[in-house]
């Protein structure tokens, strides 16, 4: 058995030496990863400490779980987690769905022309970069924006969209859905092009509706790759972006603005709180890492696809 095992590893090492070519290409990739991933990983350690520059991370003294007890009863703790966990959970429930949506409504349109003008259009959003929203979401949606001139148009009353915490959450959703619908509905498409085309010649010559075919035949060919986007965007679920964020913030809507993001910034680079902001980055990491292993075994077992 020992021999077995000996050998098998022999006929390992000599494929690899057979084809190192290809183990060159995987060289920069582990490198980047090693230097900018994982080395990176020691400065966790001042999440332990009471962090002076002067001393070093090493210099500092070791405080244990005390910066994590600290957020863990601080006033804004239930807030925070509230407010992040709102925004990505809605965000992951509507802006999910809609380009697998989108995608199955573009793989059924046959004039050529107008599918390009429609996937440009929705495509478009995309490129704008997240200050240039965040700047025509102010201008839109402002005292005298365009959105309130139609409100007033129709008869109703000026809305202060920036200045109410209840609009903040639709705002940031709204915008993210518009933004990347499109550009996250082509790799679906690039699933359903590889569906055969004999599958549905089939299903036509057994009589099966447009909507059949795209029941029995499409959402299965794409169910693969939704499952490990989901399991991905569900791993990701306490990363919300920061930059929207911070830049849609104001003192009025800060009750349901602040999230975590933000709030590791203010204190990690405005009051110089490194130690407690790296705790609260570091609990929002492992609570990621939780979530992502949770919903891939479960990924795994309901449909036996998975991230590994």
């Known amino acids: 058995m020992d021999q077995t095992v000996i050998l098998n590893k022999k006929s390992k090492y000599k494929q690899m030496l057979n084809n190192y070519q290809l183990y060159l290409f995987l060289l920069p990739a582990l490198v980047y990863f090693i230097v900018f991933h994982y080395f990176p990983m020691y400065g966790v350690l001042i999440a332990f400490k009471d962090f002076v520059a002067t001393k070093g991370i090493m210099g500092s003294p070791w405080v244990g779980f005390k910066h994590f007890e600290r957020f863990f009863d601080s006033f804004q703790f239930w807030t925070l987690i509230k407010n992040t966990l709102g ?44 200050v240039v929203l965040a700047g025509m979401i102010y201008v839109f949606f402002s005292n005298n924006g365009l959105i309130n001139h139609l409100i007033m148009l129709f008869g109703g009353d000026t809305i202060q969209f920036m200045a109410k915490p209840e609009w903040f959450q639709p705002l940031y959703i709204g915008s993210g859905v518009w933004q990347e619908t499109g550009w996250a509905a082509i790799i679906y498409l690039a699933a359903l092009a590889g569906v055969s085309p004999e599958l549905h010649e089939a299903a036509i010559m057994d009589g099966a509706s447009k909507w059949h075919r795209i029941l029995h035949v499409d959402i299965p060919a794409i169910m693969p790759t939704a499952v490990i986007l989901l399991i991905l965007n569900v791993g990701n679920i306490m990363n919300i972006g920061f930059e ?49 292993v949770a919903v891939n075994k479960f990924a795994k077992k309901l449909s036996g696809q998975g991230l590994w």
């Open 87 to 130: 925004l990505s959970v809605f965000q992951l429930i509507i802006g999910f769905p809609l380009p697998i949506i989108f995608a199955l409504m573009m793989n059924q349109i046959r004039n050529e022309k107008y599918k390009r003008f429609v996937q440009t259009v929705v495509y478009a959003p995309h490129f704008i970069s997240v």
């Open 244 to 292: 929207k964020a911070y830049l849609l913030q104001t003192p009025l809507n800060q009750p349901s603005s602040e999230i975590i993001p933000t709030y590791v910034y203010k204190l990690g680079l405005q009051q110089a709180q490194y130690s407690f902001a790296a705790a609260v980055g570091l609990f929002n990491s492992v609570i990621n890492l939780i979530l992502l």
